[in-house]
């Protein structure tokens, strides 16, 4: 089979599903913390009003690019160069960056304990969990989870920990939480490494069936599309704010 084009294993139903109520509990999370950054951040209802109206509006139009994207086929031509899949990775990440330096935005995220930033992080079990049931289908390799080069599901069972310890008994020190999310940025790293030299790009280096082609296609194209920039914007959040206040 060439590299033009491969084609995604059947994903179960119910893994599909499981994925997409995950992605649409990121969305709601994102939906509530811009209310009542709003709210405790004194705005007007107009302008609440706004916020919220633009959040729901930016979320449900990148949701349904992606996957008209994914559902176009655009994306599973990997003899493209430089890959189709930047449309769906390269505006997420280039977002993020405007986004932290916004002061708007940074001063209402100020209204968000920082627990909730590194709490919230759990999410990665079910996300790996998600990802260990793909590999159980056969449809991504043993690398992408963590029986193989996959150590997020770290990151998600220590989160509720690190959130407590540091952030609600404050008995661990603000350089614990900052320490986890840096050893947190690093896990998201190395796994989005892993998945992209598993693609059937012509740089792909994990030569192991079956290759990474599930990111390709709905839902699964909105794992790095919001799922890993919202982990990635977590972690942004709380570092700056370690280094800040240099406390929890």
Not at 24 to 51: K, T, W
Not at 88 to 109: E, G, H
Not at 139 to 145: A, N, Y
């Amino acid at each position: 089979m060439g590299i033009e084009r491969m084609i995604t294993p059947p994903i179960p139903l119910h893994v599909s599903a499981l994925f997409i109520a995950l992605v649409f509990g990121i969305a709601f999370f994102s939906i509530i913390a811009v209310h009542v950054c709003g709210v405790r951040g004194g705005l007007a209802f107009a302008d609440r009003r706004r916020n919220l109206s633009v959040t729901i509006l930016f979320l449900l139009v990148w949701l349904a690019f992606t996957n008209i994207i994914a559902l176009s086929g655009l994306l599973a031509n990997f003899a493209s160069m430089p890959p189709m899949f930047l449309l769906v990775v390269l505006p997420p990440f280039l977002f993020l960056a405007v986004l932290m330096q916004a002061k708007t935005f940074n001063d209402l995220s100020e209204n968000i304990s920082g627990f909730w930033f590194v709490y919230v992080q759990s999410f990665r079990i079910l996300m790996e969990f998600i990802l260990w049931l793909l590999y159980r289908y056969q449809i991504i390799p043993v690398q992408m989870t963590f029986e193989g080069l996959n150590f997020d599901i770290l990151v998600g069972l220590s989160a509720p920990f690190v959130a407590y310890y540091c952030f609600v008994k404050k008995s661990w020190s603000w350089k614990v939480a900052l320490t986890w999310n840096i050893f947190g940025l690093l896990f998201l790293a190395n796994i989005v490494t892993v998945a992209v030299l598993s693609t059937p790009y012509p740089f792909r280096h994990f030569m192991n069936e079956p290759a990474n082609t599930v990111i390709f296609n709905f839902p699964f194209v909105w794992l790095p599309s919001l799922v890993v920039p919202f982990a990635l914007l977590l972690h942004l959040i709380s570092i700056r704010r370690l280094l800040r206040y240099k406390a929890v």
